[in-house]
């Protein structure tokens, strides 16, 4: 069984910063892409960054020059060092793991629950 586990969210005042962390853990043959999405209330999900197993990166047009996304593939971590922040960062952080759990299996994306960041004064 795969558990995709976010921690850090909270509440930061405009122009702070924050940094969200992502756990993956079981019985996993590859993690692939790794990143985070994000939804605000009434908004559906979007895009925030995603990372490959090789360090190729994208993000948002929104977040760029301010999010910075990282991994450590030992220990199946995904983290989102967030600067800057604005009220419209306000959302829902969802984090993904792209994997496979066998060699034969195909991949497939597994979601966190969510952690709430609020940028509010």
């Known amino acids: 069984q795969v558990q995709v586990v976010e921690s850090g969210g909270g509440l930061v005042q405009p122009g702070g910063s924050l940094k969200l962390s992502c756990a993956v853990s079981?019985?996993?043959?590859?993690?692939?892409?790794m990143g985070w999405y994000r939804q605000a209330p009434g908004k559906q999900r979007d895009l925030v960054a995603t990372?490959?197993?090789?360090?190729?990166?994208n993000y948002a047009d929104s977040v760029k020059g301010r999010f910075t996304i990282s991994r450590d593939n030992a220990k199946n971590m995904v983290y989102l060092q967030m600067n800057s922040l604005k009220p419209e960062d306000t959302a829902v952080y969802y984090c993904y793991a792209d994997l496979s759990l066998t060699y034969y299996t195909s991949r497939r994306s597994y979601w966190g629950q969510g952690t709430q960041v609020t940028v509010s004064s």
């Open positions: 990372i490959t197993s090789v360090g190729s990166i």
């Open positions: 079981g019985s996993i043959f590859s993690i692939y892409a």
